[in-house]
């Protein structure tokens, strides 16, 4: 009989379905910690070892997690633009795993996609050479058939791109005090405290969804702040869970970077919806000494229910934020405008390329696991098959339909300009540089495909409900 962590490694599912994140219990008391920061912006080498851990979440009974360097989740790595960083990534576990840099534009064969699968006990040393402007992303296992078990349970990490100049843009830039790195994740516990997973038919069909919020791998923690403007660097790390973001009080959110980096000034929001591996970095005024808390519309995306961007009822805490007035407050005004430059593709008599993201729901995929069918028009992902190729700096129109429910839609290796949704404007959050964006309906992108990336070691193009992409809803292309 398997156990434990031999049924994590073979892909073995664990609980029961859960809907709604709640906290476990009142808020802890305890303080907000940030992932460790490994910078390479000097040192130009970084090495990171997939491991097994254990990891006990609110004091309840200990889980067996997967980390890189630690025992859950791993390092926010701080790497330099402009330069070439050699990276080491080491399998310590039993089964094979990637470290797929979601968000860097680098060439296909040091994407860390399924290509680059490293085998137990194997290393990877990929050169990443950077050339694009500061941004915030981040790096997961993307192992096909095992991406949503081993992202669950712990490979994942937050990257951050940087140029040093964002003391000069005026921007909060003390890691972990006025710059906060936030990995926004959704868990299931079971009585005993233990994280679970299950995978069946209806985490298969809608993606899974967890019954209690984690922010760095923490339950019910509060994120001290100074007296300031802070900046919040936003990680979707969930599998599926899908975030409409405000604050408790209803101040407003000053929205500065999307995926792909600064925006030409700051944008007051309301509200910020967040699909899984998006990116947003906000700045927030506590300059009032006020406390207020980061909260969440629950938002109701299942094919089942037949329901796209609806709520399914109420709000949720995400993090609530306590003002500490002895850290240091840094910055007290926000800037009038930033040096990034909004895409402007001139995308005239660039070709059309369509996609459906198409979901079975025929008998076989109801009654079991092993037969659902998720796929790209109706091609269900296969890693030996090129699905198309591109030529390089050429610039394409990619019309992304969705089947059923809203999918977030990721491209590897580029970055879009998000044209239109459903024939109107994009939201304020989809009007910078984006390399993922929540498909509900019919979403119009300018492509510009900057890196090679060839037949061996393709691209991917896929939904991130990680689910979803485990069964199929997948795709690689060649650029040349």
């Keep these: 009989m398997l156990n434990r962590r ?78 070439d960083t050699q990276a080491e990534v080491e399998n310590q576990l039993r089964a094979p795993v990637s470290a797929h840099w979601h968000g860097l534009l680098v060439p296909g064969d040091v994407d860390g996609g ?20 500061p941004a915030t992303a981040w790096y997961h296992s993307h192992v096909h058939g095992t991406t949503a078990e081993q992202v669950m349970f712990g490979l994942a990490g937050v990257l951050l791109v940087t140029d040093e100049q964002d003391d000069n843009r005026g921007l909060p830039s003390a890691y972990g005090i006025d710059d906060l790195t936030l990995v926004l994740q959704d868990r299931q516990f079971n009585r005993r405290g233990r994280m679970t997973y299950n995978s ?33 660097r936003l990680v979707n790390g969930s599998n599926a869970r899908i975030y409409r973001l405000s604050l408790s009080d209803n101040r407003p959110m000053h929205l500065i970077a999307t995926d792909g980096g600064y925006l030409d000034r700051p944008v ?107 796929s790209i028009n109706n091609v269900v992902f296969d890693e030996t098959a090129l699905n198309f190729s591109v030529a390089l700096n050429s610039l394409e129109r990619w019309v992304v339909q969705g089947d059923l429910m809203m999918h977030p839609f990721h491209i590897h290796g580029v970055r879009f300009q998000v044209l239109s949704e459903n024939g109107q404007q994009p939201r304020p959050e989809n009007r910078g540089w984006k390399d ?10 300018a492509v510009r495909f900057e890196k090679q990336a060839s037949r061996s070691a393709p691209y991917m193009y896929h939904c991130h409900i990680l689910e979803h992409e485990d069964g199929g809803m997948m795709g690689q292309f060649s650029v040349s």
């Design 6 to 83: 031999q049924a994590l490694l073979c892909g073995a599912s664990f609980g029961a379905v859960a809907a709604l994140p709640v906290q476990l219990a009142a808020q802890t008391g305890e303080h907000l910690t940030y992932p460790p920061l490994l910078d390479a912006t000097r040192s130009q080498q970084f090495r990171l070892w997939a491991q097994a851990g254990k990891t006990r979440f609110n004091g309840g009974a200990t889980t067996d997690t997967l980390g890189y360097n630690q025992d859950y989740l791993g390092p926010t790595l701080r790497l330099m633009t402009g330069a």
């Design 268 to 374: 007051a929001l309301s509200d910020l919806t967040l699909a899984p591996g998006e990116r947003a970095e906000v700045l927030i005024e506590f300059l009032d000494g006020i406390d207020c808390s980061l909260v969440s519309d629950n938002i109701a995306n299942s094919a089942m229910g037949g329901m796209m961007g609806g709520r399914s009822g109420g709000q949720f805490v995400v993090l609530p934020f306590a003002v500490d007035t002895t850290l240091s407050a840094r910055i007290s005004g926000l800037p009038e405008s930033l040096d990034g430059v909004l895409p402007n593709l001139d995308f005239a008599g660039a070709p059309v390329r369509r996609l459906s993201l198409d979901m079975s729901m025929g008998m076989g995929m109801m009654m079991t696991r092993a037969n659902r069918q998720f």
């Design 436 to 445: 993922t964006v929540l498909v509900n309906g019919q979403s119009e992108l």
């Design 200 to 232: 069946g038919m209806h985490d298969a069909m809608n993606g899974f969804l967890g019954d209690t919020m984690l922010v760095n791998g923490q339950v019910g923690a509060t994120a001290a702040v100074p007296k300031g403007i802070v900046r919040c």
């Design 114 to 133: 399924p290509h680059q699968a490293i085998a137990p006990g194997q290393s990877w040393r990929p050169v990443l050479s950077l050339d694009q402007p």
